[in-house]
């Protein structure tokens, strides 16, 4: 057996696997795929545009489909559903939940209706056993933004990959002496206009009677580096745009 000896050296650089291109344009799969006799596969359709209105759902391309069992509108299973889905317990008394049914039969409501949230939290917020999905699942609920005394470190760093901005109460200043209590609709601004690691932003606090409390906020991305992930959405973004300008697409 013939042994060749490579002169080149990976050590510390990225090396662009062949199927990187395809993986990145979603057509990749997996080598463990099994299609399995007898089991059928569901795919859900979403309108690509928020509070569309349904006037009528034509199915018979799908159902014509080579391969395909059954098609159904949300008209189609109406009348089979008692109510809607449960989506959450009731975290407050005065909590509003829109019925959430599992197929749109009128109005497709629910895609564009994610309310932007804020966390208002107090010392370290993050302490504990904090990994990655502790800021994810806050991203995929919807959480834009933290504005807290202070971070646990990792946790702080991990909200930045994950698109979530850190906010600071300035020194002095609390969710107590601000007279918050997290039942405010929320407005940041700055944003727009430029962030800057350790800069300052205004954050605008609304009640429900309409009375308005504007505060500074310290803006908690400690470098460009996170002030770049910030930007893109979040180090995955970041990542993958990076990936496509370098032509693996």
């Keep these: 057996m013939a042994v060749v000896e490579s002169t080149e050296s990976y ?19 997996y080598v463990d795929n099994l299609t399995l006799p007898g089991t059928v596969y569901m795919a859900v359709v979403r309108s690509p545009y928020p509070h569309a209105r349904i006037v009528g759902v034509n199915l018979d391309a799908a159902r ?31 909590i509003k939940m829109p019925p959430h049914f599992p197929l749109a039969a009128d109005e497709a409501r629910y895609q ?4 932007p949230l804020a966390i208002l939290a107090g010392r370290e ?7 990655d999905w502790a800021a994810k699942g806050p991203n995929l609920l919807g959480v834009k933004a933290v504005i807290a005394e202070s971070y646990e ?11 979530v901005l850190p906010l600071a109460y300035e020194p002095g200043t609390d969710r107590a002496s601000l007279g918050l209590t997290g039942k405010e609709s929320f407005s940041v ?21 309409g009375k308005a409390t504007t ?7 400690n470098s460009a580096v996170e002030l770049d992930y910030y930007r893109h959405g979040g180090i995955l973004q970041r990542v993958l745009r990076q990936f496509l300008r370098e032509g693996l697409s």
């Design 11 to 29: 050590v510390g650089s990225s090396v662009p696997r062949r199927e990187d291109a395809s993986l990145l344009r979603g057509l990749g799969t």
């Design 64 to 94: 014509a489909a080579e391969g395909v069992v059954a098609a159904f509108g949300g008209a189609d299973l109406a009348g089979d559903w008692a109510g809607p889905m449960p989506c959450a317990w009731p975290v407050t008394e005065d």
């Design 112 to 115: 564009g209706d994610g309310v």
């Design 125 to 131: 917020y993050g302490s504990g056993s904090s990994r």
């Design 153 to 163: 470190r990792i946790h702080r760093s991990n909200l930045v990959g994950m698109g």
């Design 189 to 209: 601004t700055g944003i727009a206009s430029g962030l800057t690691p350790g800069g300052r932003v205004s954050v605008t606090a609304r009640d429900e009677s």
């Design 215 to 221: 505060f500074p906020a310290i803006v908690r991305l």
